[in-house]
Protein backbone atom coordinates (compact mmCIF):
# COMPACT_ATOMS: atom_id res chain seq x y z
CA UNK A 1 0.00 0.00 0.00
CA UNK A 2 1.50 3.37 -0.60
CA UNK A 3 1.42 6.09 1.76
CA UNK A 4 1.90 10.02 1.52
CA UNK A 5 3.10 11.58 4.79
CA UNK A 6 3.39 15.22 5.18
CA UNK A 7 5.87 17.05 7.88
CA UNK A 8 7.16 20.16 8.36
CA UNK A 9 3.97 22.76 9.29
CA UNK A 10 3.44 24.94 11.96
CA UNK A 11 2.70 28.19 12.64
CA UNK A 12 4.70 31.02 11.15
CA UNK A 13 4.96 34.79 11.27
CA UNK A 14 4.28 36.86 8.08
CA UNK A 15 7.76 36.94 6.90
CA UNK A 16 8.85 33.72 7.82
CA UNK A 17 10.01 30.71 6.32
CA UNK A 18 8.67 26.64 7.07
CA UNK A 19 9.85 23.59 5.07
CA UNK A 20 7.98 20.93 4.06
CA UNK A 21 8.70 17.56 3.18
CA UNK A 22 6.45 14.89 2.07
CA UNK A 23 7.95 11.39 1.92
CA UNK A 24 6.57 8.32 -0.10
CA UNK A 25 6.34 4.62 0.66
CA UNK A 26 5.21 1.26 0.10
CA UNK A 27 5.53 -1.01 -3.45
CA UNK A 28 6.34 1.79 -6.10
CA UNK A 29 7.37 0.89 -9.57
CA UNK A 30 7.65 4.82 -10.49
CA UNK A 31 6.53 8.34 -9.35
CA UNK A 32 5.98 10.73 -11.86
CA UNK A 33 4.65 14.01 -11.09
CA UNK A 34 4.63 15.17 -7.47
CA UNK A 35 3.01 18.34 -6.06
CA UNK A 36 1.39 20.71 -3.39
CA UNK A 37 -1.85 21.36 -3.09
CA UNK A 38 -3.47 23.73 -0.17
CA UNK A 39 -7.10 24.04 1.27
CA UNK A 40 -8.96 26.84 3.44
CA UNK A 41 -12.32 26.24 4.82
CA UNK A 42 -15.11 26.45 2.09
CA UNK A 43 -12.81 26.65 -0.36
CA UNK A 44 -11.46 24.09 -3.40
CA UNK A 45 -7.92 22.75 -3.22
CA UNK A 46 -5.35 24.61 -4.72
CA UNK A 47 -2.37 23.43 -6.89
CA UNK A 48 0.48 25.54 -4.94
CA UNK A 49 3.04 23.90 -7.09
CA UNK A 50 4.08 21.06 -9.10
CA UNK A 51 7.47 19.10 -10.21
CA UNK A 52 8.12 16.85 -12.74
CA UNK A 53 10.08 13.08 -12.48
CA UNK A 54 12.51 15.13 -14.85
CA UNK A 55 12.49 18.03 -12.42
CA UNK A 56 10.29 20.89 -14.59
CA UNK A 57 8.36 23.07 -12.23
CA UNK A 58 5.38 24.99 -11.81
CA UNK A 59 3.82 27.54 -9.67
CA UNK A 60 0.59 29.26 -8.89
CA UNK A 61 1.09 32.79 -9.75
CA UNK A 62 0.53 33.80 -6.24
CA UNK A 63 3.49 31.77 -4.83
CA UNK A 64 6.01 32.48 -7.82
CA UNK A 65 9.23 33.58 -6.48
CA UNK A 66 8.58 32.43 -3.15
CA UNK A 67 8.27 29.17 -3.01
CA UNK A 68 10.23 26.42 -4.39
CA UNK A 69 9.51 22.93 -4.83
CA UNK A 70 12.00 20.28 -5.34
CA UNK A 71 12.25 16.12 -5.11
CA UNK A 72 14.75 13.62 -4.22
CA UNK A 73 13.65 10.96 -6.24
CA UNK A 74 16.21 8.54 -4.98
CA UNK A 75 14.55 8.89 -1.79
CA UNK A 76 11.25 9.30 -3.04
CA UNK A 77 10.12 13.09 -1.30
CA UNK A 78 9.47 16.05 -2.32
CA UNK A 79 10.03 19.04 -0.48
CA UNK A 80 8.68 22.87 -0.87
CA UNK A 81 10.06 25.77 0.88
CA UNK A 82 8.48 28.61 1.49
CA UNK A 83 9.75 31.89 2.12
CA UNK A 84 8.56 35.41 2.89
CA UNK A 85 5.31 33.44 3.77
CA UNK A 86 2.15 35.67 4.08
CA UNK A 87 -1.03 35.33 6.19
CA UNK A 88 -3.21 34.68 2.94
CA UNK A 89 -0.63 31.27 2.54
CA UNK A 90 -2.84 30.10 5.50
CA UNK A 91 -4.33 27.05 4.79
CA UNK A 92 -3.79 23.01 5.02
CA UNK A 93 -1.53 21.74 2.17
CA UNK A 94 -1.39 18.60 1.18
CA UNK A 95 1.31 16.43 -1.13
CA UNK A 96 0.12 14.37 -4.29
CA UNK A 97 1.93 12.41 -6.69
CA UNK A 98 0.82 10.15 -9.32
CA UNK A 99 2.92 6.76 -8.70
CA UNK A 100 3.16 3.67 -10.81
CA UNK A 101 3.06 0.33 -8.71
CA UNK A 102 2.83 -2.17 -11.57
CA UNK A 103 3.41 -2.32 -15.23
CA UNK A 104 0.22 -3.93 -15.13
CA UNK A 105 -2.08 -1.14 -13.88
CA UNK A 106 -2.07 2.73 -14.94
CA UNK A 107 -0.53 5.27 -12.64
CA UNK A 108 -2.89 6.71 -10.11
CA UNK A 109 -2.92 9.79 -7.93
CA UNK A 110 -2.39 9.60 -4.07
CA UNK A 111 -2.74 12.06 -1.33
CA UNK A 112 -1.26 12.78 2.03
CA UNK A 113 -2.92 13.69 5.16
CA UNK A 114 -2.73 17.43 5.44
CA UNK A 115 -0.08 19.42 7.23
CA UNK A 116 -1.48 22.91 8.20
CA UNK A 117 0.21 26.16 7.66
CA UNK A 118 -0.50 28.84 9.67
CA UNK A 119 1.11 32.65 9.24
CA UNK A 120 -0.18 35.00 12.26
CA UNK A 121 1.23 37.60 14.11
Known amino acids: QVQLVESGGGLVQPGGSLRLSCAVS????????MGWYRQTPGKQRELVAR???????KYTDSVKGRFTISRDNAKNTVHLQMSSLRPEDTAVYYC???????????????WGQGTQVTVSS
Open 96 to 110: NADITTSLQYPSQYY
Open 26 to 33: GFIFSIND
Open 51 to 57: ITSGGST
